[in-house]
């Protein structure tokens, strides 16, 4: 055989072999024989030359058998570019015939022997001819006797005697492995594993090391961490005559590797193998720079490396694996940054229901808020309150969530609605307070009024049942599922530690509570970025304060109701300032519309009627005049600040007292006040010199002396065209994208999901907009802006404040434009260090 055939070659150290062309399998084989480690002989099949076999070629068995001598016993593995992409099973002890067995009776005995014929015949019978496996199940499992049995019924299934030639058989493997990664069900599995459609297989024959016979013999699999939990600890098993990966199939047979209390070991049993085999390992990793699996087969106490593979890892153990490489010196700090996906840093952050765990899907909706959680079904955010003062976790399921859901929110373990999509509110409200949330689960009929849910196959599930929601992959389980605890640890602290030393742009969160600004601190967050003050109205001692300044016929009267309220917003602020202790705080004064804070079914508006000592059509009617037909488009925002100025003054007086009550001379709180749906500068104009006559105000009553920022949330695409005309007045600029996209688009941010994914399947967008950002439409409006409004103020602030900046993509853009900041939800922080990170260090590489 040529060496340097590159379709067929000898695997040597400096065969033309690449991950490319022949696949991860026989490249990692030969760094392995580059290591001078004991690798059985090895051929490679490329990628073309498998794909001629499938088509019908005839490959020359007999120059594929010439290197391995006469009458070697072979196996055959698969070796696609991507280990993760999988491929047809090996098939081993090729080569096995009537005059083989009678060869190894000799040396290994009749019952080893017939055991490797046995073992053969039934795989070939299987994966090769394609025999049902049920044909083989009655054969006796005395290896002499079930080997003449299976030899039986293969010549009655087949209509032919089991082939006997061993170059016959290694064909007929190779073709039939070739055409099973060529089938229909082998691509479909492999492209949902992120594979293309026309993904190459490239094959290994390798010689057998048998792990049977006399002496010590067997096999199993050795690596230096655990794979679920990163520990660094030799795991594995090995198992005395056998072959393959048996030791894992067979764990009761198997034994542990090194000493352990719980059973035999091979470094007991035989200490130089398991020596030899420990150096190997470790060799793999220092040389191969990852943490592999090594598989071997010792034959008569001489130790085979016949696979090195890389550990198989979660999240966890994968930044556990980076860390360890980097500190050990094997890798870079730079390199343990990029070899973690970001996004799968939220396996560590919250969470997950087991990938072993048998899963019953209900239904399926729109992944919104990560995690996973079980508990009883509730319908009412009091019964999600009453469920928590009894510890009882449960979900709080509802057609759509609204600001009046939050404190159910709050108690329940996850969410689970009928409508919505990645910016609906129970989806940002999940993920900045960490909650799993699965929305737009449109396939479910949502009965509320009976209290309970269809699922699409029948099945009804009522108040009280239990389910389990995976927040993650957007799943709604029967039953409590098995859960996967959150991975914090030391390694995931160093990582995001050096990926703050690599990253150029800077990461605030969202946080809209005092609970959510300690989480925004825990994961490093530089600030807050978007601190949604209606949500602190939403307390039950609030909200009627509140409900009485709606219906407060003068402004004297609106202002007796703020003076309630102002130092309950006071105490808010105070706290949050002293959490965050000298990092920005960016509060966005009140945005929603007044009736949202409403109530909307009887029961609510007679309570309400009741409270305020008036009659029930008072409040109907005043509920009635509130009413808007679009109500986002509607009375909201800056235009609520001028139209009923007493709102906004009463907020930033508690902006202003809590900054003198909670600041310290070492480390100054300057508070940053956001004016949202800014359309038009006279807007920012109107608010902005009422807020300045409020801080006069202060500083005089006080005596003292305070800074503060002014700015406007950018959410409309006006706003974004006359940028330049706003960016003199403010001294930032953060721009809205979830309410940005929706205006730009003319799309229900809440209503998208019950078509967003007929629209990606179908190309009509790439991505869902309200989960990426549109950067050839929303985009541009971003850049037109931060271009006019940096030629009027070069000194202005520019970040985003939508859900789009925990969104490696968006991260890119924001840099891109020159953006300072992003903010995103306490949860994403971490995922957003990281995508920061590794973008720097791309631009670094160039």
């Not at 394609?130 to 019924?153: F, I, M, Y």
């Not at 330049?724 to 941010?749: C, E, H, K, W």
Request: glycine share 8%; charged share 25%; net charge negative.
């Amino acid at each position: 055989m040529q060496h340097d055939n590159p379709e067929v070659t000898l695997i040597t150290a400096d065969a033309p072999v690449s991950a490319e062309t022949h696949g991860g399998r026989a490249k990692c084989l030969q760094r392995l024989v580059r290591l001078d480690l004991p690798v059985p002989r090895t051929i490679a099949l490329s990628f073309k030359a498998v794909r001629a076999i499938a088509a019908g070629e005839m490959a020359d068995g007999a120059a594929l058998l010439e290197p391995f001598g006469p009458h070697p016993l072979l196996c055959v593995r698969p070796s696609s570019e991507d280990p993760d992409w999988g491929g047809p099973r090996a098939v081993l002890n090729i080569g096995m015939c009537d005059a083989k067995r009678a060869e190894l009776a000799e040396t290994l005995g009749e019952a080893a022997a017939a055991k490797l014929y046995l073992r053969f015949v039934q795989s070939y019978a299987i994966h090769v001819a394609r025999l049902d496996p049920d044909v083989l199940d009655d054969v006796s499992d005395d290896p002499v006797k079930g080997l003449a049995e299976a030899l039986d019924v293969y010549e009655e299934e087949a209509e032919e005697p089991f082939p006997q030639e061993p170059a016959t058989q290694l064909i007929e493997v190779l073709r039939s492995m070739a055409r099973a990664w060529e089938g229909t069900t082998a691509r479909l599995l492999r492209q949902a594993k992120g594979a293309p459609a026309d993904a190459g297989l490239g094959l290994v024959v390798q010689k057998m090391a048998l792990g049977l016979g006399p002496g010590e013999c067997g096999s199993g699999v050795m690596q230096l961490v655990n794979g679920a939990t990163g520990e660094r600890k030799i795991t594995g098993r090995y198992m005395r005559q056998s072959q393959g990966r048996e030791a894992l199939s067979r764990g009761a047979d198997a034994m542990y590797l090194e000493r352990d209390p719980r059973g035999p070991s091979l470094e007991e049993l035989a200490p130089e193998a398991f020596a030899t085999l420990k150096a190997h390992t470790t060799l793999m990793r220092e040389k191969l720079r990852e943490e592999m699996q090594a598989e071997f087969t010792i034959e008569n106490g001489e130790v085979f490396v016949l696979d090195g593979v890389r550990v198989t890892r979660n999240a966890r153990t994968a930044v556990s694996i980076a860390v360890a490489l980097a500190e050990d010196g094997i890798i870079s700090r730079e390199e343990a940054l990029m070899r973690i996906e970001p996004r799968a840093l939220n396996e560590l952050l919250h969470r997950q229901v087991d990938p072993e765990a048998r899963r019953d899907v209900i239904a399926r909706g729109v992944a919104a808020s990560p995690g996973a959680a079980s508990g009883v079904i509730v319908f009412t955010s009091e019964a999600a309150q009453s469920m928590k003062a009894q510890d009882t976790p449960c979900i709080l399921v509802r057609r759509e969530t609204s600001p009046e859901d939050i404190r159910g929110m709050h108690a329940a373990a996850a969410v689970l609605t009928e409508r919505g999509g990645m910016t609906s509110h129970a989806a940002v409200i999940g993920r900045g307070i960490g909650l799993p949330c699965v929305v737009g689960a449109s396939a479910i009929r949502f009965q509320t009024v009976k209290r309970q849910i269809t699922a699409p196959d029948g099945r009804v599930f009522r108040e009280g049942d239990k389910i389990t929601i995976d927040g993650t992959n957007g799943e709604v389980l029967a039953g409590e599922a098995a859960l996967l605890e959150a991975g914090h640890d030391d390694s995931l602290k160093v990582l995001m530690a050096w990926a703050d030393d690599a990253r150029d742009i800077a990461v605030r969160a969202n946080a809209d509570t005092p609970r959510d600004a300690e989480t925004a601190r825990w994961f490093s967050a530089e600030g807050i970025g978007l601190c949604r003050t209606e949500h602190m109205f939403f307390e039950t001692d609030r909200l009627i304060v509140m409900r009485e300044m709606i219906f407060a016929g003068t402004s004297d009267d609106r202002a007796a109701a703020l003076d309630r309220l102002l130092p309950m917003q006071r105490a808010d602020f105070t706290e949050l300032f002293r959490i965050m202790q000298g990092k920005p705080v960016c509060i966005r004064l009140l945005d929603p519309p007044l009736h949202e804070f409403l109530p909307t079914g009887r029961s609510g508006q007679r309570e309400l009627a009741e409270a305020l000592d008036i009659p029930l059509s008072d409040v109907t009617r005043r509920i009635e005049a509130l009413g808007e037909y679009n109500p986002m488009l509607g009375m909201r925002g800056v235009r609520l600040g001028i139209t009923v100025p007493e709102i906004y003054d009463m907020q930033a007086r508690a902006i202003f007292e809590a900054l003198i009550e909670a600041r310290e001379e070492d480390d100054p709180v300057v508070p940053e006040m956001m004016i949202p749906l800014v359309s038009a500068s006279r807007e920012v104009e109107l608010v902005k010199s009422r807020i300045d006559a409020v801080a006069g105000a202060v500083r005089r009553e006080t005596g003292e002396e305070f800074t503060y920022r002014l700015g406007v949330m950018v959410e409309t695409p006006r706003a974004c065209l006359r940028a330049g005309d706003i960016a003199p007045q403010v001294a930032f600029l953060s721009f809205g994208t979830n309410d940005l996209t929706q205006m730009t688009y003319g799309l229900s941010r809440d209503d998208a999901g019950r078509f967003m994914s007929d629209y990606v399947q179908q190309g009509v967008y790439p991505e869902d907009p309200f989960h990426t950002l549109d950067i050839y439409g929303v985009g541009e409006l971003l850049k037109i802006a931060a271009e006019r409004a940096r030629a009027a103020n070069p000194d202005l602030t520019l970040s985003i404040c939508g859900e789009h900046g925990g969104n490696p993509e968006s991260i890119a853009f924001c840099r891109e434009a020159g953006f300072d900041y992003v903010s995103c939800s306490p949860f994403r922080v971490p995922v957003a260090r990281l995508a920061a990170a590794q973008l720097a260090l791309r631009d670094k590489i160039g």
